[in-house]
């Protein structure tokens, strides 16, 4: 089967730094993705990781070990804006096309 | 670019009405995504389309739901007969496929009641 487990729910204070984990079990990997989806909104791409390693985009970055079926996003200085569901994606691919398969989200609620 | 475009934005319908969802991906993209949004389920992917052609079905939930796109700038989703528990918000995405491609854009999503 296909499973993505991400926790339900973290806290932070703002300027603070948080990581955002996600271990995955799909029959099918080409890399992770990371979304973010404030309430009422749409998701929207962050990062993506098709190889071990480390990606940094801003205040943003994003992990993946191949080998432990494993990844996180690290948001650094944390800001009231960053409230939000953060969802992991695997990517899988079919033919000349592919399709994610998100995991159920982390809800990232930033304190003043 | 004005994005992904999805009409209408809500709807709210009785029970045993036929629902159509619409949708316009980003000019150039190839690929087309109808997902499914609800508190219980998630973000759950429907059906997807590259270059018009359905490539995957399987996330839709019954012979209810059935999706359509006739050319690169227009796609569909029918719900008929609606229930309540198709209430959920209803996303498209597209993007481009190939090398380098890994973004999907998402649409403003269109709100379904089903009452």
């Known amino acids: 089967g296909q499973s993505l487990e991400q926790p339900s729910e973290v806290t932070a204070v703002e300027g603070a730094i948080v990581q955002i984990n996600c271990t995955y079990q799909?029959?099918?990997?080409?890399?992770l993705s990371w979304y973010q989806q404030h309430d009422g909104g749409a998701p929207t791409f962050l990062s993506y990781?098709?190889?071990?390693g480390l990606e940094e985009t801003g205040r943003f970055s994003s992990f993946l070990s191949r080998s432990d079926s494993y990844g996180y996003l690290l948001l650094q200085e944390l800001q009231m804006k960053d409230s939000a569901s953060y969802f992991c994606?695997?990517?899988?691919?079919?033919?000349?096309?592919?399709?994610?398969?998100f995991g159920s989200g982390t809800r990232l609620l930033v304190r003043p | 670019d004005a994005g992904v475009i999805q009409s209408p934005r809500h709807e709210v319908t009785e029970m045993g009405q036929e629902v159509t969802l619409r949708c316009k991906p980003i000019s150039g993209h190839n690929s087309l995504f109808w997902y499914r949004q609800t508190m219980m389920r998630g973000l759950e992917l429907l059906i997807y389309?590259?270059?018009?052609?359905?490539?995957?079905d399987s996330g839709m939930p019954e012979d209810r739901f059935s999706a359509k796109m006739p050319n690169a700038s227009f796609s569909t989703l029918k719900i008929q007969p609606s229930e309540p528990r198709d209430s959920a918000v209803y996303f498209c995405?597209?993007?481009?496929?190939?090398?380098?491609?890994?973004?999907?854009?998402f649409g403003p999503g269109t709100r379904l009641t089903v009452t």
């Open positions: 799909t029959s099918g990997f080409y890399g």
């Open positions: 389309f590259n270059n018009n052609v359905p490539i995957d």
């Open positions: 994606a695997v990517r899988e691919r079919m033919d000349s096309s592919y399709k994610l398969i």
């Open positions: 995405a597209s993007s481009r496929t190939g090398v380098g491609s890994y973004e999907q854009y």
């Open positions: 990781n098709g190889l071990d």
